[in-house]
């Protein structure tokens, strides 16, 4: 394990955290391509998230559907197959993590991430439309369609790019079996095993049958099942969010004006990382901006090229609601929800676990910045008192913050004074030796949204967030297979699905009872790199996106022209 871990550490470093020095700080050139790509397809196709964001609303309600037009799903249930796969963990955690570390601020940047984001999800979804497969196969399980950035990088680009494609669709599918699935199974079995008890290898099974149940009936019965899933998972969200904001509504405007003044002179993240540093507020925002979203990472086109059309602009204008949608409405609930409830930096009695992945080592710097520091072999505690403000000086930290007072005891009666061996992962006072202490620490991720909701609404808040981030486990691992399937198809043919299903669905047994911090590292160094050949492409194929832009709205095909006659003029 410590092997593949340096693997890990040394992909990441090379690949998604080299950028460019901006002070104490690096912009990553994976952040840099995909912002840029966005402003660019913004402008290429005339702010279509703006101009046409209307129409695609009209088009998502199927008020232009035809079940007589090629592909699988309608335009709704195309959108719900996508958003159950990006609407999800990230809007209840990763919220919570750009506050933590980039404080409000940060929101602002997800905002602006999301408003490019639409314009590169408009263009790769057009696409993906344009060069999709028909008729790949004739039963449910395989599917007639075939779409996505493969297909777009080999029929647009030309046959000399196919390596490139195999390329991408051999990441993403590698990406489907991890991030996607087995991070998603952990998710799921980690909370229900902390509030109800139950068994991983149980929780594991149970979700695993249900998954498996959906996905074996192909993209159709995928489709019916999330366009009921998604609306219901967003709805019972949502409500509870804007329940809560209601309740606290004086502190509506001012928290609006935190988000947007802290986006560009910072005060400083709970972590106290981005004490008055802007680059780390921006960067905390676009990082979570796009990976909750996935505008850009070319998963989402696959799930919307089998929509029943042959307008490929009809669903691209569908696809740009995703990061309007995923970022700009619910997590903005998230975030008002954490800001108004005040309890981003809330202390609350917490054991601490001295080997348990949120435990970490920091120090203050002259800069008044707080920063993690290696392990120190050796710290010495007396009274239970840690000097915060000393510094240079190693502090045990829970969430990278500081935890003031220690105590053995859960009750907090007796202080603790001691030495704590930090590569053991021991605690040792009077002769007796702990694996945990306890202490007022502060939340992050998703313990934190939930917190803000239980602040709300009490117990009733903590049971919208775990079930929530049930449904948003189980509905991502199932677009995802998806995802994974087209990606088999392409490299494989129609053979390899059924057997890409099963190894799917094992991995979500395992994901549920394995330690994932490895594989979700893995995944994630994988998505990484999936992105290049998508932005490559979209970039060099904008020529297209704007030609059939401009035809699709000079036509006006949903209101002027059958559907035959509109058909024959696109082509």
């Not at 991408?168 to 599918?173: D, P």
């Not at 079930?467 to 995802?480: C, K, N, P, R, Y």
Request: glycine residues 12%; proline residues 4%.
């Amino acid at each position: 394990m410590d092997f593949l871990q340096t693997i890990v550490d040394t992909l990441d470093n090379y690949i998604v955290s080299i950028g460019i020095p901006v002070g104490e700080e690096t912009i990553p050139f994976m952040v840099i391509l995909l912002i840029g790509t966005g402003l660019f397809l913004t402008v290429r196709t005339g702010f279509v998230q703006v101009r046409r964001l209307g129409h695609g609303f009209a088009v998502a309600t199927g008020r232009y559907d035809d079940e007589d037009e090629p592909g699988d799903v309608t335009h709704f249930q195309a959108l719900t197959t996508a958003l159950s796969a990006t609407v999800g963990i990230g809007n209840i955690g990763g919220v919570a993590l750009a506050i933590h570390y980039g404080g409000p601020g940060a929101i602002f940047w997800m905002w602006v991430t999301a408003a490019v984001g639409m314009a590169t999800k408009y263009a790769e979804v057009t696409l993906a439309q344009e060069y999709r497969d028909v008729e790949s196969g004739s039963d449910a399980n395989v599917g007639t369609v075939s779409g996505g950035p493969m297909y777009y990088i080999e029929k647009g680009l030309g046959p000399q790019w196919k390596p490139m494609a195999a390329f991408f669709a051999l990441m993403l599918g590698f990406t489907a079996f991890l991030t996607g699935n087995a991070v998603q199974a952990n998710t799921v079995t980690d909370i229900v095993r902390a509030e109800f008890g139950f068994s991983p290898y149980i929780v594991g099974a149970v979700t695993a049958l249900i998954v498996g149940a959906v996905i074996i009936g192909g993209i159709g019965r995928i489709g019916k099942v999330t366009a009921v899933l998604a609306p219901l998972m967003a709805a019972v969200y949502v409500f509870g969010a804007l329940v809560i904001i209601t309740l606290n509504f004086g502190e509506v405007i001012p928290g609006f004006a935190t988000i947007v003044t802290e986006a560009f002179n910072p005060a400083a993240g709970i972590a106290g990382t981005g004490a008055g540093i802007f680059v780390v507020t921006l960067m905390w925002g676009v990082r979570r901006g796009l990976f909750s979203n996935e505008a850009g990472q070319g998963s989402a086109p696959i799930a919307h090229a089998a929509a029943k059309t042959d307008e490929p602009v009809s669903e691209g204008v569908v696809a740009l609601l995703e990061p309007f949608i995923d970022t700009i409405v619910i997590c903005t609930m998230t975030a008002l929800v954490i800001i108004t409830t005040g309890v981003a930096d809330d202390r609350v009695a917490t054991e601490l676990t001295l080997d348990g992945g949120d435990i970490s080592y920091i120090s203050l710097s002259e800069t008044n910045r707080y920063g993690v520091v290696d392990d120190p072999g050796t710290l010495q505690i007396s009274a239970g008192v840690q000097d915060v403000s000393a510094v240079g000086v190693p502090l045990l930290a829970w969430h990278e913050v500081a935890v003031e007072q220690l105590y053995v005891d859960e009750a907090q009666t007796q202080l603790f004074t001691g030495s704590i061996d930090t590569d053991a992962g021991e605690a040792t006072m009077d002769g007796t030796t702990y694996t945990s202490l306890y202490g007022d620490a502060v939340e992050n991720g998703a313990p934190l949204t939930q917190l803000g909701f239980e602040a709300g609404l009490g117990a009733v808040g903590t049971y919208i967030v775990l079930f929530s981030v049930i449904l948003f486990g189980i509905s991502t691992a199932i677009s995802w297979s998806y995802y994974g399937d087209r990606c088999a198809n392409y490299l494989f043919g129609p053979k390899a699905i059924l057997p890409f299903k099963a190894v799917f669905v094992a991995m979500h047994y395992v994901g549920a009872i394995a330690t994932l911090s490895v594989i979700w590292a893995l995944g994630d160094v994988a998505l990484a790199i999936v992105i290049i050949p998508n932005l490559i492409a979209l970039l060099l194929l904008s020529g297209k996106v704007r030609q059939l832009t401009d035809s699709y709205f000079e036509r006006r095909p949903w209101e002027t022209q059958p559907k035959s006659v509109a058909k024959e003029t696109r082509a």
